[in-house]
């Protein structure tokens, strides 16, 4: 089955600095890669997702990055605020017609310092 | 539109008790799943659901139940509970289009 590894487990920044999460992936099949938020005793929230026929999609402040050959995808996060604090899981899992799941990350806590 | 609602928010079993978490989207979503979230762990999958009538195992199946005879409804069932299932629950659904929306969790105590 798919294995997603995530890192850092912890990142820590300045407010305004960028943060960088990295996760790679193990099955080809892979095609959907979705970012989560979750801030402590909250659900976990959809903030991006790139499909596999992507290689980089932007949000205002946030972006993420896929490479297929290298299996590898990540988040990026510019002039981070302290609302920008929480735990983020990758996940990685094949989305179309009658099988879909996902594989999530150990997830990266970060904190962004006043 | 309540998105994905989960019942009960806490519940403390005692070993060996069997309970059903219950799991209700009102979204028309055909993918449906079962997570939980230990610390240190992530999410790691329990049960999903393609569509109605279509269930299949994840990562961690074993002491859990699940059925779908409906596309809204997607209960979970400890069989008899054990202290190692003490954890957070998560159901989420989705469309094809992907991107699982999370209900809010269920803390589930066993002690």
């Known amino acids: 089955g798919e294995n997603v590894e995530q890192h850092p487990s912890t990142l820590s920044v300045q407010e305004g600095d960028s943060a960088v999460i990295k996760c790679t992936y193990s099955?080809?099949?892979?095609?959907?890669f979705p970012w989560y938020k979750q801030e402590l005793g909250k659900r976990p929230q959809l903030i991006i997702d790139?499909?596999?026929?992507?290689g980089e999609k932007k949000d205002q402040r946030i972006a993420v990055t896929l490479n297929k050959t290298a299996k590898h995808f990540s988040l990026h996060i510019t002039e981070t605020q302290p609302e920008d604090s929480a735990v983020y899981f990758c996940?990685?899992?094949?989305?179309?017609?009658?099988?879909?799941?996902?594989?999530f990350g150990k997830g990266t806590l970060l904190t962004v310092n006043p | 539109n309540a998105g994905v609602t989960q019942t009960p928010k806490f519940q403390v079993l005692k070993t060996g008790q069997s309970m059903t978490l219950q799991c209700a989207q009102d979204?028309?979503?055909?993918?449906m799943s079962w997570y939980r979230q230990d610390p240190g762990m992530g999410l790691r999958l329990i049960h999903y659901?393609?569509?109605?009538?279509?269930?299949d195992q994840g990562e961690v199946p074993n002491g859990y139940n699940v059925s779908r005879s409906t596309t809204e409804d997607f209960p979970l069932r400890l069989l008899s509970a054990a202290p190692s299932q003490t954890s957070v629950y998560f159901c989420?659904?989705?469309?094809?289009?992907?991107?699982?929306?999370f209900g809010s969790g269920t803390r589930l105590t066993v002690v």
């Open positions: 989420a659904s989705s469309s094809r289009q992907g991107g699982y929306t």
């Open positions: 099955d080809s099949a892979s095609n959907y």
């Open positions: 790139i499909r596999s026929n992507v």
């Open positions: 996940a990685a899992g094949y989305s179309g017609g009658s099988n879909y799941k996902l594989t």
């Open positions: 979204m028309n979503h055909e993918y």
């Open positions: 659901s393609v569509g109605a009538g279509i269930t």
